[in-house]
């Protein structure tokens, strides 16, 4: 069994920063690429930002030159630290990762729960 676990949401005013944590935990052989999605209130979930295993990232144009993503292999953790946070960034922030499962070939998806950021003006 594998499970991703965000930590590190919270209220912050505008032009704050936090900083959001997913630890990846269970029968995991190897995590591909990491992301974090986040879906607001009568939104569709949208990718934020992913990472790959070997450091190579990918930004929402919304999300660029403030946010930054990043990952440490030996811990099985990625990381979202948010910079200057805006009111319309508000959202359910969600863990994803695609893995290849211990002792087999198979990969899978694996989601977080989701962590709540909440941005006030």
Request: charged share 15%; aromatic share 8%.
């Given at each position: 069994q594998v499970?991703?676990?965000?930590?590190?949401?919270?209220?912050?005013?505008?032009?704050?920063?936090?900083?959001?944590?997913?630890?990846?935990?269970?029968?995991?052989?190897r995590?591909?690429t990491?992301?974090w999605?986040?879906?607001?209130?009568?939104?569709?979930?949208?990718?934020?930002?992913?990472?790959t295993?070997g450091?190579?990232?990918?930004?929402?144009?919304?999300?660029?030159?403030?946010?930054?993503i990043?990952?440490?292999n030996?811990?099985?953790?990625?990381?979202?630290?948010?910079?200057?946070?805006?009111?319309?960034?508000?959202a359910?922030y969600?863990?994803?990762?695609?893995?290849?499962?211990?002792?087999?070939?198979?990969?899978m998806n694996c989601?977080?729960?989701?962590?709540?950021?909440?941005?006030?003006?």
């Amino acid at each position: 069994q594998v499970q991703l676990v965000e930590s590190g949401g919270g209220l912050v005013q505008a032009g704050g920063s936090l900083r959001l944590s997913c630890a990846a935990s269970g029968s995991i052989s190897r995590l591909n690429t990491m992301g974090w999605y986040r879906q607001a209130p009568g939104q569709q979930r949208e990718l934020v930002a992913t990472i790959t295993s070997g450091g190579s990232t990918n930004y929402a144009d919304s999300v660029k030159e403030r946010f930054t993503i990043s990952r440490d292999n030996a811990k099985n953790t990625v990381n979202l630290q948010m910079n200057d946070l805006k009111p319309e960034d508000t959202a359910v922030y969600y863990c994803n990762a695609d893995l290849v499962i211990r002792y087999s070939y198979n990969t899978m998806n694996c989601w977080g729960k989701g962590a709540l950021v909440t941005v006030s003006s």
